[in-house]
């Protein structure tokens, strides 16, 4: 059965300062990679996705994930942080084309001043 | 242009009663997707569309729950006898066509209150 596990439930950090979100999935042959952000009170918005190629994808507002196979990771990184950040992120596999999206449980990002 | 929209974006009812959730997706979206979000959780599929037909309902919790989608492009999400652990953010999705992988882009959710 396909599984995302985010190892981090809350992760609170300071302005300006980096983070990284951890994520893992379920081994498959192939897999396609997300992470979603959710800001209070709105939907799901695609950050960035991993379908092939290079293994260190840019996204919106400056994130970035890399896919590492051998440890099937993918984990999300930001050199530096807003208080705008702040928000509930998502990390989600996709084993096949159009089929359905498995998300992790999220973690809490809290940008403090 | 217009994003996915959902109807009601709050419904509150009482244990036992019928309800229907609408989805409206991006125009010209083949294909649409049934998550539930319960409170702390990721969001956990129910149902997939392609076309008018359901592909994937293999996340269906129980023979209450039942989604259609007769023209192929709004869609309802109908859960009979409601119990207090349907209580959950209702969420659809679309995607553009099925060839290669498209992005699934979400609507904002309808959250669901039963008493």
């Known amino acids: 059965a396909q599984s995302v596990t985010q190892l981090d439930s809350q992760v609170p950090v300071f302005e300006e300062a980096p983070v990284e979100l951890r994520c893992n999935y379920s081994?498959?042959?192939?897999?396609?990679l997300f992470w979603y952000v959710q800001y209070p009170n709105q939907g799901l918005q695609l950050l960035l996705k991993y379908l092939s190629g290079s293994t260190l994808v840019k996204g919106i507002n400056g994130f970035e994930a890399e896919f590492n196979k051998s440890q099937t990771s993918f984990h999300l990184r930001k050199p530096s942080v807003h208080i705008s950040d702040t928000a509930e992120y998502f990390c989600?596999?996709?084993?096949?084309?159009?089929?359905?999206?498995?998300f992790g449980e999220g973690t809490q990002l809290t940008v403090n001043p | 242009g217009a994003g996915v929209s959902q109807t009601p974006s709050n419904k509150v009812t009482e244990k036992g009663k019928y309800v229907e959730l609408r989805c409206d997706p991006i125009?010209?979206?083949?294909?649409l997707y049934w998550y539930r979000q319960s409170l702390g959780q990721g969001p956990e599929f129910l149902i997939y569309?392609?076309?008018?037909?359901?592909?994937?309902d293999s996340g269906l919790p129980n023979d209450r729950f039942f989604a259609v989608r007769p023209e192929g492009s709004v869609s309802t999400l109908k859960i009979q006898r409601t119990e207090r652990g349907d209580s959950a953010v209702y969420l659809c999705?679309?995607?553009?066509?099925?060839?290669?992988?498209?992005?699934?882009?979400f609507g904002p959710g309808t959250r669901l209150t039963v008493l």
């Open positions: 999705a679309s995607s553009p066509r099925p060839e290669g992988y498209n992005e699934q882009f």
């Open positions: 081994s498959s042959v192939s897999v396609y």
């Open positions: 125009s010209g979206h083949t294909a």
């Open positions: 989600a596999v996709s084993y096949t084309s159009g089929s359905r999206l498995t």
């Open positions: 569309f392609q076309g008018t037909g359901a592909a994937d």
